[in-house]
């Protein structure tokens, strides 16, 4: 799948490292890639933010299924406050435990094909990708302008509220060529980035390759000092696609199961839809149904393997594709025979 990984983590301030609040994890046997940001002004974000990462990769949510949604979501939530440590916290931070911690979510699933491969990734907020081809940059998403940088972003919240029915991805699927390369990376290197790549400046994917965490730290700090690059955490992934010929075969994905929802954690709340999951059109925001209030219903116990759930949730990508490509045709056609 990948013949290169790479990954650099760097805290905001380089002293004190544990304040560091993002993170990342790949699934190299899937193909599956993840970074997560979380928001600083709230609490416990860098434990949300590796709980989302984390189980982005080894236990894929169905984006495009309202109902399993929630529930993986509300394993995440359950697990987030188990580990939060209420009484670490000083007397006026406690109030702000209710509204949970924030993250922002980026999620690249890379699928083997017989002549090359093909990229399935979603977003929430302003992590971004980055596609190089031949070694120069062929893509962004979701992001495709720097001045998009100074938007707040959308986040995922560790607890149930209002928000939940502002949540929305924003979805991607592109064709990816044997040797092309592809860049993860939370938001201040992203902006920096962006920023030379629209003021006609190439980015070397072979000096971030070449580095070691010593000489990636020394470069943010110095492009930070010089007001280049925000004073943020930073985190990157480095994907780089295998050649054919080197694989030793192209994986045949699973049928799909008969059941829809995967299995939740031991604690999950099963919440029901509110309404059903609308149409969503590939690399548009597609928004899920927000979970009703209250709790309860029986949980799945139907196994779902990380397979399953990636070959449904590709599946269902590529039916919506085809049928944006259909409705597209279908107005051409009609606009065509009007000329006439």
Same mark, same amino acid.
């Given at each position: 799948?990948? +013949?290169?990984?790479?990954?650099f983590?760097?805290?905001?301030?380089? !002293? !004190?490292?544990?304040?560091?609040?993002?993170?990342?994890?790949?699934? &190299?046997?899937?193909?599956?890639?993840?970074?997560?940001d979380?928001? +600083?002004?709230?609490?416990?974000?860098?434990?949300?933010?590796r709980?989302?990462?984390?189980?982005?990769?080894?236990?894929?949510?169905?984006?495009?299924?309202?109902k399993?949604?929630?529930?993986?979501?509300?394993?995440l939530?359950?697990?987030?406050?188990?580990?939060?440590?209420?009484?670490?916290?000083?007397?006026? &931070?406690?109030?702000?435990?209710?509204?949970?911690?924030?993250?922002?979510?980026?999620?690249?699933?890379?699928?083997?094909? #017989?002549?090359?491969?093909?990229?399935?990734?979603?977003a929430?907020?302003?992590?971004?990708?980055?596609?190089?081809?031949?070694?120069?940059?062929?893509?962004?998403? *979701?992001?495709?302008?720097?001045?998009?940088? &100074?938007?707040?972003? !959308?986040?995922?919240?560790?607890?149930?509220?209002?928000?939940?029915?502002?949540?929305?991805?924003?979805?991607?699927?592109?064709?990816?060529?044997?040797?092309?390369?592809?860049?993860?990376?939370?938001?201040?290197?992203?902006?920096?980035?962006?920023?030379?790549?629209?003021?006609?400046?190439?980015?070397?994917?072979?000096?971030?390759?070449?580095?070691?965490?010593? &000489?990636?730290?020394?470069?943010?700090?110095?492009?930070?000092?010089?007001?280049?690059?925000?004073?943020?955490?930073?985190?990157?992934?480095?994907?780089?696609?295998?050649?054919?010929?080197?694989?030793?075969?192209?994986?045949? *994905?699973?049928?799909?199961?008969?059941?829809?929802?995967?299995? #939740?954690?031991?604690?999950?709340?099963?919440?029901? *839809?509110?309404?059903?999951?609308?149409?969503?059109?590939?690399?548009?925001?597609?928004?899920?149904?927000?979970?009703?209030?209250?709790?309860?219903?029986k949980?799945?116990?139907?196994?779902?393997?990380?397979?399953? !759930?990636?070959?449904?949730?590709?599946?269902?990508?590529?039916?919506?594709?085809?049928?944006?490509?259909?409705?597209?045709?279908?107005?051409?056609k009609?606009?065509? +025979?009007?000329?006439?």
């Amino acid at each position: 799948m990948f +013949s290169a990984v790479k990954t650099f983590c760097l805290a905001k301030d380089v !002293r !004190r490292p544990n304040e560091y609040e993002d993170a990342c994890a790949i699934n &190299q046997r899937d193909g599956v890639a993840a970074v997560a940001d979380g928001v +600083s002004s709230m609490l416990f974000s860098s434990t949300w933010a590796r709980l989302l990462a984390e189980t982005a990769v080894t236990n894929p949510p169905d984006i495009f299924d309202a109902k399993s949604l929630w529930v993986w979501l509300g394993a995440l939530r359950n697990a987030w406050s188990e580990q939060v440590d209420e009484d670490a916290l000083a007397w006026h &931070q406690k109030p702000k435990l209710a509204d949970g911690a924030g993250a922002t979510l980026l999620v690249a699933t890379v699928v083997p094909m #017989p002549s090359g491969y093909q990229l399935y990734a979603y977003a929430v907020g302003d992590c971004c990708l980055f596609l190089f081809r031949d070694g120069k940059l062929a893509r962004t998403f *979701p992001i495709t302008e720097a001045a998009e940088f &100074q938007n707040s972003p !959308r986040v995922i919240t560790s607890v149930a509220g209002p928000h939940d029915g502002q949540l929305s991805f924003d979805t991607l699927g592109e064709v990816l060529a044997p040797g092309d390369e592809l860049l993860l990376t939370s938001d201040a290197f992203a902006a920096w980035m962006m920023a030379g790549a629209e003021a006609g400046k190439s980015i070397d994917l072979a000096y971030l390759w070449d580095s070691d965490d010593e &000489q990636f730290a020394a470069f943010v700090t110095k492009m930070r000092e010089e007001k280049r690059m925000r004073f943020d955490d930073c985190t990157v992934v480095l994907l780089k696609l295998a050649p054919v010929e080197s694989r030793s075969r192209v994986p045949v *994905p699973p049928e799909p199961p008969k059941t829809a929802a995967p299995k #939740p954690a031991a604690e999950a709340t099963d919440v029901e *839809p509110a309404e059903p999951l609308p149409q969503i059109t590939p690399t548009q925001p597609a928004r899920p149904a927000a979970p009703a209030k209250g709790k309860g219903g029986k949980k799945d116990n139907a196994k779902d393997t990380t397979g399953d !759930r990636i070959s449904r949730w590709t599946e269902k990508f590529g039916k919506q594709l085809g049928e944006a490509t259909d409705a597209g045709i279908s107005r051409l056609k009609k606009w065509t +025979s009007k000329k006439k």
